[in-house]
Every structure is written in structure tokens, then in C-alpha cells.
């Protein structure tokens, strides 16, 4: 298994603003993805985050709105970008290890536009 | 395009009460896993299921995987208030993409 760590958990920001969240495995990992998930509802793929190169990204996600790094198989890092209240959402790492058919969640960032 | 549809999207039941959560595809899975995620948590694997006809049970759930791996079921026996939350299906393709099913958000009342 896996563990995740996301920060921050959750946060409270003004529109107009930038919003970079963190996601730290302790462990090397093949791929790294980013979700969207409205409260109480399905996941939406952002991007997979690819080392050293750039996200691929999902339709209707572009990387001046969001974009990501990923500086090595432990760490990405997703930025949410001239936010407006339709970003208030929870946005969610997810990786996979050697065994590709498991994917692993981090607890989540909780955001809130104003 | 590869589209996974799980129903019910809601269910409320009374604590004891029987349920079954589908998971349907019209594309094959190499494998197929099942999630349950509660508020401020991220989803947690329950199961992954890789050989059609394959049944895995955890306590009072029982997951199956259809003969033909375009299905699934969640069946879980006499539900508890502990067993509320989200339920997700998620499929892996052959070309190696994960895809997320609606989700399932259960409700069990004591």
C-alpha cells in the first residue's frame, strides 16, 4: 500500500487568488493523478501528473488553470489558479504503484472560494 | 468511448436491511475495484476484483465480478449505521485508464 500525504486539508481563499496543494507519498510510484470531487458525489480526473515532463491533461482541464509538477516519483504538487467560487470543490492525489490495477487516495484538500 | 454506470445513485435503508450496488460496463475490465469513502476522507479500497466469476467477501460484503468482467456487485447483509457513505466502482481498462463510477452514497438509519 501506500500512504498519501496532502496538504493543506482544507482552505478558505478569495477570488482572483492561487491555491498550490502538495502530495507526498511515502513511497516511489509509477503514476500520480489529480481528481475534482463535488461533495457526495463522483470523482473527475484533472490530470496525471508525469515526472519530468508535462500533466496529461483531461478534457475540459488546461494547464494554465491548473497546473502541475511533478519533480520525482515521490512528490507532486497541483496549483488551482485565479480561482473563482465554481473551483470550490475537493480536489484529491491519487497514485499507483507496481500493482497498476490499485489506485490510493490522499485524505483530500477542502476548498472554499469566496 | 468507455462509460461505467453504477446505480442506485442513492439509498436509504434501516439498519439490518440487505442492499446491492451495480457496476456495469459495455467494455470489458482487466479489473475492476470498490471504494468506500466517508466525509473529509478520501476513498479507501475495499476490493479489486481481477477474474470473472470472481466472489471476495469482507465480513458482510460480498463483491462479484461478472463472468464476461463488464459487471459488478456490492451486496452487503444486514447493514449497519457504520456501513453509510459513498460507494465507488472504479473499472481499469486495457489501456491501463481508470474510470469512476457515479458513486453510490448509502445511508443505513439505526
Known amino acids: 500500500s501506500a500512504v498519501i500525504s496532502q496538504k493543506p486539508s482544507r482552505d478558505i481563499c478569495q477570488r482572483g487568488t492561487s491555491l498550490t496543494i502538495q502530495c507526498q507519498v511515502d513511497?516511489?510510484?509509477?503514476?500520480m493523478f489529480w481528481y475534482r470531487q463535488q461533495p457526495g458525489q463522483s470523482l473527475t480526473l484533472i490530470a496525471t501528473?508525469?515526472?519530468?515532463?508535462?500533466?496529461?491533461?483531461e478534457s475540459g482541464f488546461v494547464i494554465d488553470k491548473f497546473p502541475i509538477s511533478r519533480p520525482n516519483l515521490t512528490f507532486s504538487t497541483l496549483t488551482v489558479s485565479n480561482m473563482s467560487p465554481e473551483d470550490s470543490s475537493i480536489y484529491l492525489c491519487?497514485?499507483?504503484?507496481?500493482?497498476?490495477?490499485?489506485?490510493?487516495f490522499g485524505a483530500g484538500t477542502r476548498l472554499s472560494v469566496l | 468511448t468507455q462509460l461505467l454506470e453504477q446505480s442506485p445513485q442513492f439509498l436509504s435503508i434501516q439498519e439490518g436491511e440487505n442492499l446491492t450496488v451495480y457496476c456495469n460496463s459495455s467494455?470489458?475490465?482487466?479489473?475492476l475495484q470498490w471504494y468506500r469513502q466517508e466525509p473529509g476522507e478520501g476513498p479507501v479500497l475495499l476490493v479489486t476484483?481481477?477474474?470473472?466469476?470472481e466472489v471476495k467477501k469482507l465480513k458482510r460484503l460480498t463483491f462479484q465480478f461478472g463472468d464476461a468482467r463488464k459487471d459488478s456487485s456490492l451486496h452487503i447483509t444486514a447493514a449497519q449505521p457504520g456501513d453509510t457513505g459513498l460507494y465507488l466502482c472504479?473499472?481499469?481498462?486495457?489501456?491501463?485508464?481508470?474510470?469512476f463510477g457515479a458513486g453510490t452514497r448509502l445511508t443505513v438509519k439505526p
Open positions: 491519487s497514485v499507483r504503484g507496481r500493482a497498476k490495477n490499485i489506485q490510493y
Open positions: 513511497s516511489q510510484v509509477t503514476m
Open positions: 501528473a508525469n515526472q519530468g515532463s508535462e500533466a496529461t491533461y
Open positions: 467494455s470489458v475490465f482487466s479489473s
Open positions: 476484483v481481477v477474474t470473472g466469476g
Open positions: 472504479a473499472g481499469l481498462y486495457n489501456n491501463n485508464d481508470m474510470r
